[in-house]
């Protein structure tokens, strides 16, 4: 048995997914079901007796301490996040009551249960944290990629709100010996991602024939990883990873955010062809404030230790991403009302 938290957001519910898929191992899924929070990814399990949906906070210790003590999972892995910069500079306040306050909630608990497992099973035990690239800070073009070893310098609400959470969870296996593992990955993009994202967000606005907002030149440079990668990797790290160490994880494929853009469009004009190219609905917008101009992934390390590597090229992910939101508009109509659609007036 293992807890996954944040399990109904995109990378968790294509986690769970791939872990279903992967074994028999049951999952307790728990999510706050948040604005970005979608049972409807999750409706495959629907009947599956190895999923079993949980809607609580990480933050809510009683709550924490009974799933562990009920269920006496072998891993937490804590996907459980707020993950948006944009919203983290209209509204910091949330990333700090989730990123920070949440995880050491979360992992205090964790370690008052672990301490209490058979010798054993405490020697087993995992707490896989799952954070972002974005707590390096931002690179010049021509600067080396991140590695495990590269300073944090987070230049968000969002960026500074992970850090935190890495140093607790570093803290925590350093102070009190509880068996942590980090993953820092770079963009995730893929089925069932919340459309305030770059990935998304362009592509239901190309299908309704809306502008196609990019932020300044868009000229920032990410490096794309496919959800589904991460998820293997993921797996890979429980099984195989040093514990107390951190592994970043990558796509080796980086783009600049007008590369991605154009990429989507040819695809949209071969799959579904508009009156004119989609190329010609593309804006730009003022910059992000404190844009972070270049993200690179070392990921030598994963692959050195544990022998992961990323299957889909950036070119092979991202039509699978477009044929994806095509065959499933019933999904996209669910996700693109109420809060969304305020959020979207709000920024573009």
């Known amino acids: ?22 074994n028999d191992e049951p999952i307790i899924n728990l999510d706050l079901l948040t604005y970005a929070g979608n049972l409807q990814s999750l409706a495959t399990l629907d009947n599956n007796d190895q999923h079993t949906f949980i809607k609580g906070d990480i933050g809510d210790r009683e709550l924490i301490t009974s799933l562990l003590n009920e269920h006496k999972p072998r891993a937490v892995i804590n996907f459980a ?36 497992l058979p010798e054993d099973k405490k020697q087993a035990f995992r707490f896989l944290h799952v954070s972002t690239d974005e707590v390096y800070g931002s690179l010049e073009k021509t600067d080396p990629a991140f590695s495990e070893t590269t300073a944090y310098a987070p230049n968000s609400p969002y960026s500074a709100s992970k850090a935190a959470s890495d140093h607790l969870v570093r803290a925590y296996h ?11 990955c770079s963009n ?48 890979a790290v429980l099984e195989k990873g040093r514990v107390g160490e951190v592994y970043n994880i990558g796509g080796n494929s980086e783009k600049t955010n007008l590369d991605v853009v154009h990429t989507i469009c040819s695809i949209l004009d071969e799959r579904r062809p508009a009156d004119k190219p989609y190329a010609e609905l593309i804006t730009y917008v003022t910059d992000r404030l404190g844009h972070d101009r270049r993200y ?12 992961w590597t990323p299957t889909e090229s950036f070119e092979t992910g991202i039509k699978k991403t477009v044929d994806w939101y095509l065959s499933n508009s019933d999904w996209t109509d669910n996700v693109t009302s109420g809060a969304y659609k305020s959020w979207i007036n709000k920024n573009y």
């Open 81 to 116: 996040a707020e993950s948006h910069v944009d919203r983290s500079i209209h509204g910091p306040e949330d990333f700090i009551l989730t990123n920070v306050n949440g995880t050491f909630n979360l992992i205090d608990e964790v370690k008052r249960y672990w301490k209490d």
């Open 188 to 235: 995730n993009y893929g089925p069932q991602q919340f459309p305030e994202k770059l990935i998304p967000l362009v592509l239901l606005n190309a299908l309704a024939g809306k502008d196609l907002p990019i932020y300044g030149d868009g000229q920032n440079i990410r490096d794309w990883l496919y959800v589904g990668d991460h998820c293997s990797a993921i797996r």
């Open 1 to 22: 048995m293992i807890l996954i938290t944040g399990g109904a957001g995109f990378i968790g519910s294509n986690f769970v997914l791939d872990w279903l898929s992967e």
């Open 174 to 184: 350093h102070t009190y010996g509880l068996p942590t593992l980090t993953t820092n």
């Open 296 to 307: 690179a992934i070392d990921a030598n390390k994963i692959e050195t230790e544990i022998g």
